[in-house]
C-alpha cells in the first residue's frame, strides 16, 4: 500500500486543527471519506438527480439502475448469496431496530434474547424494548480479563430458550475481534436466530455472512468510508419473507386499496419511502475503492500499525490498556492514572489530534470495568506510525500538565 | 496565556487534586445527583440548611468522579456558596453560568469572585461547559431535594 497516495485520496486528512496538522484517531465513531465518495455524490446531484422506481425518464431510470448496482456491490462485498437480501437502512441502529420490530413480533413471553457485555447500546435497547413489550428475559453474556468474550459463560448462556443471540464482530471500545463464526454455531445448535453486529467489523476486515452463518448481518456505510444516513441490513430471504414490514409507505407495496394492502418481496417490502438514493451510491463507490486496495493489505497493514502504536504507548507509565485481546482490530482504549478521558481528549485536541472520550455508547461494559470512561484512539488504513508517535508525545504532554 | 492554560489553570489543577469538602454530608437537608449523559460523568451535591428548603445554607459537600473541570468546579462551588440563601446561590448560579457561555471576554472581578474566576477559560471550550455546570445543576436541584438532574435535561 502507497500510504501517501492512500492519504491524498482523503482531502481532509491535509487540514489543520488548533494550527497544527489534523491526526484523525476516532475513526471507531466515524471515518473518513475519499474522494472517489465525494465526488461520486456531487455528481450525482450535479447531474443525475432523480428519484428511483417511479419515473419512465431517463434520469430516473438510471437513478435506479445506481441504486440497484450499489445492493450488488454490497452484495458482494459480505458475500450474500442474493442480492435482493441487502435491504438499505439508516445504519446500523436502524437494522437492529428492524429485525427487533419485525422478527421479534413471533418471540413469545419467557423466551430468551442472549447479549454480551460488549455490545454498544445499538445492540441492546431495541432489544430491551422489545423484551419489555413481550415479556421475554435478556441474559448478558460477561468479558475475561484481557476484553475477549468468555466463551464458557456465553455457551453456558444459551438454552433451548434463546431464541435470538445478538453480538458484535468487533467491539468499538475494546478493539476485540469475536469467533462469530464459531459463537453463530454455538447458538444455531439451540436453535436461535443470531443477528451479529458489523458496524466495526466492515472498516477492518473482510467480512463473509455465509461463513459467518448467521441470519442477520448489519452494518453502518458511515464507518467504512462512506456518507452517514445509510447502512445495510442483510438477512436470509427466508426470514426476510417471512417478516412483517417494519415501516409502511410508498415503494414497499404491491397494491394499495382501503379494503386492504399487499406488500411487495424483498428488498422493496423493508424500504418504505425515497431512501437515501445518494447515500447508497454513494456507499456503492466506498466499497469500489475499498476493493481498489484490497483487505489483505488493509488487515496486514492496520495490524502492523496497532502493534506499533501499542508498543509504544504501553512505555507511558500510567497508561492502562483497556481490551488487550488477541486478536484486535486497531482500536486503543485507555486511561491515564489520575487524570480523567475528558481532559485527555481536551488536550489532545490542542494538538491536533482527535480521539474520543467517554463510555462510547457502551455503559453496561464500563460499569463491569469500574469506570466511567476511557479515552479512545481507533485508527484506520490511512493513519500512520507517525500519526501514533504525535499521540504518544501529546500523551506525554497530558500527564506533564497534570504531574 | 494560550487557551488551553488558561482551561487548565493552576487554581483548577489545584482544587482537581485536593477537592474541597469532598465526602457525604451527614446531616443533609437536600441531595442531588448531577449526570452528565454524554461522558457517563455522575456528581452528587449534599447541602445543610436549618431546614430543608428553609435558611441559609450551612455546608455543601459533593461526591463522586468527574473530569478536571467538574470536579474543581464542584471544589469551588462548595465554599462560594457555603452561608448563602437560596434567592443568593440562585443569583449565584446565574452568574456563573453567564461567566462560562460569555461571548466576549467577561470582566472579572476579582475580589468578589475568588477562585470562580478560574473557570472563565473553560468559555472557549463549548464541549466542556456542561462539564462545568454539572455541580451548580445538581445545587439548584439539592436546594430542592430533588434527587436527579441531567445536563440534557435543560438543551
Ligand atoms: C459496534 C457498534 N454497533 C452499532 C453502532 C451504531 O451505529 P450507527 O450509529 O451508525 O447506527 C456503532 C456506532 O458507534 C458501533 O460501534
Wanted: overall charge negative; glycine content about 8%.
Amino acid at each position: 500500500m502507497n500510504i501517501a497516495a492512500v492519504r491524498s485520496d482523503f482531502p481532509i486528512l491535509s487540514r489543520e486543527v488548533s494550527g497544527k496538522p489534523l491526526v484523525y484517531l476516532d475513526n471507531g465513531a466515524t471515518t473518513q471519506k475519499p474522494c472517489a465518495v465525494i465526488d461520486k455524490i456531487s455528481r450525482f446531484f450535479e447531474y443525475e438527480n432523480s428519484n428511483i422506481h417511479r419515473g419512465v425518464h431517463y434520469l430516473s431510470m438510471d437513478a435506479t439502475d445506481q441504486y440497484d448496482r450499489a445492493r450488488l456491490r454490497l452484495a458482494e462485498m459480505i458475500h450474500a448469496p442474493d442480492t435482493n437480501e441487502v435491504i438499505f437502512v439508516r445504519g446500523t441502529t436502524e437494522a437492529i431496530n428492524l429485525v427487533a420490530n419485525s422478527y421479534g413480533e413471533r418471540l413469545q413471553e419467557g423466551d430468551e434474547i442472549l447479549l454480551t457485555l460488549m455490545e454498544h447500546h445499538a445492540n441492546i435497547v431495541p432489544w430491551q424494548m422489545l423484551a419489555e413489550r413481550k415479556g421475554l428475559v435478556i441474559r448478558v453474556a460477561g468479558i475475561t480479563e484481557t476484553g475477549e468474550l468468555d466463551l464458557d459463560d456465553f455457551t453456558a448462556k444459551l438454552s433451548e430458550k434463546t431464541k435470538i443471540a445478538a453480538f458484535t464482530q468487533v467491539s468499538n471500545a475494546l478493539g476485540t475481534i469475536n469467533p462469530v463464526k464459531e459463537l453463530t454455531r454455538l447458538a444455531k445448535e439451540k436453535g436461535a436466530m443470531v443477528l451479529v453486529d458489523g458496524a466495526q467489523a466492515v472498516p477492518h476486515l473482510q467480512v463473509d455472512v455465509q461463513d459467518i452463518g448467521c441470519d442477520f448481518y448489519a452494518f453502518s456505510s458511515h464507518k467504512m468510508f462512506g456518507p452517514d444516513g445509510v447502512g445495510v441490513l442483510w438477512g436470509k430471504q427466508e426470514w426476510l419473507n417471512s417478516m412483517p414490514p417494519y415501516q409502511g409507505g410508498g415503494d414497499m407495496i404491491e397494491q394499495v386499496s382501503f379494503a386492504g394492502t399487499t406488500y411487495r418481496g424483498i428488498p422493496e417490502r423493508f424500504e418504505a419511502g425515497t431512501p437515501n438514493i445518494s447515500g447508497a451510491i454513494g456507499l456503492g463507490a466506498a466499497v469500489d475503492y475499498l476493493n481498489q486496495i484490497g483487505h489483505a493489505e488493509i488487515e496486514r497493514y492496520e495490524k502492523e500499525l496497532l502493534d506499533y502504536a501499542t508498543a509504544a504507548m504501553s512505555e507511558i507509565e500510567g497508561l492502562n490498556i483497556h481490551g488487550r485481546a488477541e486478536n484486535k482490530v486497531g482500536v486503543i482504549s485507555f486511561t491515564l492514572d489520575g487524570i480523567h478521558p475528558h481532559d485527555i481528549g481536551t488536550i489532545l485536541d490542542t494538538e491536533g489530534v482527535a480521539i474520543r472520550a467517554g463510555h462510547h455508547c457502551a455503559q453496561p461494559l464500563m460499569d463491569h470495568l469500574k469506570i466511567s470512561g476511557t479515552a479512545r484512539a481507533s485508527f484506520a488504513f490511512y493513519n500512520t506510525q507517525e500519526e501514533a508517535d504525535t499521540l504518544v508525545a501529546a500523551i506525554r504532554k497530558v500527564q506533564k500538565m497534570f504531574a | 496565556m494560550d487557551d488551553l492554560s488558561d482551561l487548565y489553570q493552576d487554581i483548577i489543577l489545584s482544587h482537581n487534586k485536593h477537592p474541597h469538602n469532598e465526602g457525604d454530608l451527614d446531616p443533609h437537608t437536600g441531595v442531588a445527583e448531577g449526570f452528565n449523559p454524554l461522558c457517563g460523568d455522575r456528581l452528587k451535591v449534599y447541602l445543610r440548611q436549618a431546614e430543608q428548603g428553609k435558611g441559609n445554607v450551612e455546608a455543601v459537600t459533593f461526591t463522586g468522579e468527574g473530569c478536571a473541570i467538574s470536579k474543581a468546579s464542584a471544589s469551588i462551588m462548595t465554599s462560594a456558596v457555603k452561608g448563602l440563601s437560596a434567592d443568593e446561590i440562585e443569583a449565584k448560579v446565574e452568574e456563573v453560568v453567564a461567566l462560562l457561555t460569555a461571548q466576549d471576554e467577561p470582566e472579572i472581578d476579582l475580589m468578589t469572585m475568588g477562585d470562580l474566576a478560574a473557570l472563565a477559560g473553560v468559555r472557549k471550550f463549548p464541549a466542556r461547559i456542561k462539564c462545568a455546570t454539572l455541580a451548580w445543576h445538581a445545587l439548584l436541584a439539592a436546594l430542592k431535594d430533588e434527587s436527579a438532574v441531567s445536563t440534557e435535561a435543560d438543551g
